[in-house]
Every structure is written in C-alpha cells, then in structure tokens.
C-alpha cells in the first residue's frame, strides 16, 4: 500500500506563486509516474502535470505550460508542483497521484484558491 501526503495549498493573489510537495510513504514501486490532478468546482477532475521515474519525462496541459514545473526527488520519494503566474482559473482541489504496476493511488487533495 501507498500513502500521498500533500502540502502546500493555500490563498494567493493573481500573479502569485505556490510549491505544492508530495511525500509518498509504503511500498512504492522504483518505475512509477507521479504527478498532479485537480478539480475546480462543478468541472471535472484534470490531469496538470506528471513526471516519470526513471526516466525523468513530464507531461504538462496545455492550460499551465509555461507557468507550472513538476520535479522530483526519488530519494526523498517527493514529487512538487511549483507554479508561477497563478490565475483565477487555477483555483482548484489539488490531488497528488502514483501510478505503478503496483497499483494507482491519490492523496486527499490540497486546497488552491487564487483570488484578489
């Protein structure tokens, strides 16, 4: 089994930047995906941004590329989202995600509210 613990969310203004960190804790498979899904209110849950361990490839939507950057430190088995020039539109239920053969797995979520 495979714990996701977020941290990071919070209220902050257009323009303003956040890091989201994920610490995944258990039995976790050294070939594996991580990354970050979210869900804004009365819209279905989308995918953000991923990042493939080993071989370090990431994945962006169309709508945070250019402002958001995923990383990782597999010794740590953390995964962050740092993301710039925050938008209304980014206001949103971040949730952590681990897929391996293993097993796919989602953290409980973070809140993100960007607001004037």
């Known amino acids: 089994q495979v714990q996701l613990v977020e941290s990071g969310g919070g209220l902050v203004q257009p323009g303003g930047s956040l890091r989201l960190s994920c610490a995944a804790s258990?039995?976790?498979?050294?070939?594996?995906?991580m990354g970050w899904d979210r869900q804004a209110p009365g819209k279905q849950r989308e995918s953000v941004a991923r990042?493939?361990?080993?071989?370090?490839?990431?994945y962006y939507a169309d709508s945070v590329q250019g402002r958001f950057t995923i990383s990782r430190d597999n010794a740590k088995n953390t995964v962050y989202l740092q993301m710039n020039s925050l938008k209304p539109e980014d206001t949103a239920v971040y949730y952590c995600?681990?897929?391996?053969?293993?097993?796919?797995?989602w953290g409980h979520g973070t809140q993100v509210t960007v607001s004037s």
């Open positions: 995600n681990l897929h391996s053969i293993r097993g796919n797995y």
């Open positions: 258990g039995s976790i498979f050294s070939t594996n995906d």
């Open positions: 990042i493939s361990s080993p071989s370090g490839s990431t």
